[in-house]
Every structure is written in structure tokens, then in C-alpha cells.
């Protein structure tokens, strides 16, 4: 019988894995090697969606995150985490417009909503946009999706594991796994402690395949960059998730925009600190783009902006790095060669992490949840030419 968790990683996935054992009645300790939410979870766009992903048991996973999500925000309405709304996408040019033709066609053949709207019913739902940038037609709506907070899920959700007893231990790294008998015993920690465990869930985002390796695992992992833009408050309403041809954003509380765009994230460089920085020309070029959308920036008070023609001020940029396994889907659920020792890793956590941070922990807990997570197993990323797993 599983009585002992131990959940590597206090991101949304750690988080979401550590509320549904503790509801369920394990004994959960929660460890990270920073602050909790001070990884990725702390640094990403959290745009609630399954826009054009394929395979279909992806899409369907996705959608199912999404809806998990809405009943959680239904439950606790003042957590203030979750925005719907939609999203806004258009193209710039023929080529786009193709694409995105495409994926409106392909969403809506898996009976996912979205609309074709015209620029005068977009303006509707963004009246601050700049309608130059608009074009006649083409724009898609997807009515269904939207964004969190991610920062103040993990802080409820870790609030509700602990309040059920669970602990948290942060600032304190993984060092090892002891593995004996074909199971994970216990962890080990900088500090010198040692975790009894009767089972372990990998939720380490980027360091997922470090974590694997002390288990004997070799999970590949083709981690990215990505870089995000907080603006000042700025006298701008923005309701939404919008991207547009040059700029992504959306709201991102107090008034303040959250700014990416694709070409931004091959920006990122590291510093001689060891840190990574960002090329400025990159980050003026997503603002120029912001101020081109939005026109209310270029009217922001004086005392509140730099002097110049530039008018719209970044409070931080920040780069995270995007959990991404090796075939960019979803590493979810337990090792055959390892059963007591489980993963809960992907990219877009944010949507997918109530829903299958929930699969995982039921699995965890012994329920039999294989016909969900067939598709996401570690194995299909682990086999030899032979078709042995690789365990290392």
C-alpha cells in the first residue's frame, strides 16, 4: 500500500500531483531545489488551450485539462487564477492565413469551438485595438480558452496539500535515489536528509531528465527557451488572450501586459553571471509591436514613462525554459521497470496540470487510470532496437 509520496518539483505540477494525493489521503512531502513556482511555473505565458495540437489523444488531453481548470475556478471563485475570455488569432499575410485556415478547420472537426470573426466583431471584444492592424476578415476566436495565474494556482494548491498535512521542503535539491529490488526506497536531499518513499513522481519540468538519470532512466528531453515581457501598468484594456502577427499578450493583473513573440525567444543569451539575458534590440522590437496594436500606450502620462517617443515600460523580462520531451508530448504516469516511480512532465503545464497531475496521482494511489495515459507512458521514448526499455 502506498502511504509515503515523494513529489520532486513545487510547479503547477508538483502542486496539482501533491492536492489530489493529500485528498485522497497519502502522506505527501513536496520537494524543490529553489522556491516553489520559482522555475518555469514562475515564468511562462499559461495561455489555456488545445489549438491545433495533434495527436487526437493530445487534443482530447488538453481539452480535458481546460475543462479541469473551469470546475476547479467553479469551486473556488475568489481564487482569482483563472481568466476565460477566448483568444484572438489573425495572420499578416497569405501564407498565415493559410495555416490558420487549417487549424480552424481541424479544431472545429474535433467539435472544438471557434469562430471566424470580421474586424468590426473583434473590436467588439478588444475595442482598444488598433484597427489598421486589423484585417477585414480572418480573424479566428476561440471562444473556450484562456489563461491563469500560475503563480497564485501553485500557492493555492500547495496551501491546500499542506493544510492536509503535507510538507514542503524548499531549497533543498535531490542528490540521490535509492533504488533497490526494482523499486525507489528513498530520496535523498542536499542537505543530507533522507525521504522514505513508497512511491516518487518526477514533476521537475527541465531537470525531469537529471531526476530520471538518478533512478537509472534516460528520459531525452529538447528543453527551449522562451522569453517573457511584463510591461508597467499600462491605460490600456486588454481582455484577453490576443495573438497577433508580430506580438503575443494578454492581461496579466494590475493593469500590467504580458508581451512574447517567437522571434524574441532566440534573444535569450547567458550572461557572464551564469544568468541568462536578453538582446534589448529584441525586447524595443516586441514593444514596438505592442505600441503599433495598442495605441492607448503611446498616450500614457508623462510622469509614468521614459522620456522619448517610447512609451510603454517593462517592469521585467524574464526567461524560462520549456519542459519539452523528446517527441514534445507528454511523459505522464508510471515505469514499467521501476512501478513505484512515476512522471508528470510536458510542456504547457499549466493547462494540462489539474487534469493529468490528477491522472498521475490516482495512478500513484493504485486506481487504474492506463486507458487515459496509454499514449503518454515513458516507454515510448525509452526503447533500444530491440524494444527493451532503457534502463540505464
Known amino acids: 500500500m502506498v502511504r509515503q509520496v515523494v513529489v520532486v518539483g513545487a510547479g503547477v505540477y508538483g502542486a496539482a500531483v501533491a492536492d489530489t494525493l493529500t485528498r485522497r489521503g497519502a502522506r505527501v512531502t513536496v520537494v524543490d531545489a529553489g522556491a516553489a513556482a520559482g522555475g518555469t511555473s514562475g515564468a511562462t505565458f499559461s495561455w489555456l488551450n488545445s489549438c491545433g495540437k495533434q495527436p487526437r489523444a493530445y487534443h482530447d488531453l488538453r481539452v480535458a485539462g481546460m475543462a479541469a481548470h473551469r470546475r476547479l475556478a467553479a469551486e473556488v471563485p475568489a481564487g482569482g487564477w483563472y481568466h476565460d475570455g477566448g483568444n484572438l488569432e489573425w495572420a499578416a499575410d497569405h501564407a498565415g492565413a493559410e495555416r490558420l485556415r ?143 502577427p508580430r506580438v503575443h499578450l494578454r492581461p496579466d493583473g494590475g493593469g500590467r501586459l504580458l508581451l512574447h513573440s517567437p522571434d524574441v525567444d532566440d534573444a535569450a543569451y547567458p550572461s557572464e553571471t551564469g544568468e541568462f539575458a536578453v538582446d534589448r534590440s529584441a525586447v524595443e522590437a516586441v514593444l514596438d509591436a505592442v505600441r503599433a496594436l495598442l495605441p492607448g500606450l503611446r498616450t500614457m502620462p508623462v510622469e509614468s514613462i521614459r522620456p522619448g517617443p517610447r512609451t510603454v515600460t517593462v517592469e521585467s523580462v524574464r526567461v524560462g525554459e520549456r519542459p519539452i520531451p523528446g517527441d514534445g508530448l507528454p511523459v505522464l504516469g508510471r515505469v514499467v521497470e521501476l512501478p513505484n516511480f512515476h512522471f508528470a512532465v510536458s510542456h504547457s503545464g499549466a493547462t494540462l496540470c489539474l487534469h493529468a497531475g490528477d491522472l498521475v496521482a490516482r495512478e500513484v494511489l493504485g486506481e487504474d487510470v492506463d486507458d487515459a495515459l496509454a499514449a503518454f507512458r515513458f516507454e515510448r521514448l525509452a526503447v533500444d532496437p530491440d524494444h527493451s526499455p532503457k534502463i540505464q
Open 102 to 244: 487549417r487549424k480552424v478547420a481541424g479544431v472545429l472537426g474535433y467539435g472544438y469551438e471557434a469562430r471566424w470573426l470580421d474586424r468590426a466583431e473583434a473590436l467588439r471584444l478588444e475595442p482598444d485595438l488598433a484597427p489598421a492592424e486589423l484585417p477585414a476578415d480572418g480573424i479566428a476566436w476561440f471562444p473556450a480558452e484562456g489563461w491563469v495565474d500560475p503563480i497564485r494556482l501553485i500557492g493555492h494548491l500547495l496551501s491546500a496539500s499542506t493544510g492536509r498535512g503535507a510538507e514542503l521542503v524548499d531549497g533543498d535539491a535531490v542528490t540521490d535515489l535509492e533504488v533497490a529490488g526494482g523499486l525507489v526506497r528513498a530520496v535523498r536531499l542536499r542537505s543530507g536528509r533522507r525521504l522514505v518513499a513508497d512511491a516518487v513522481v518526477n514533476c521537475a519540468g527541465p531537470q525531469a531528465a537529471g531526476i530520471a538519470a538518478l533512478a537509472g532512466l534516460a528520459l531525452p528531453m529538447r528543453n527551449t527557451r522562451g522569453v517573457l515581457i511584463y510591461t508597467a501598468p499600462a491605460p490600456v484594456a486588454v481582455s484577453r488572450v490576443v495573438h497577433a
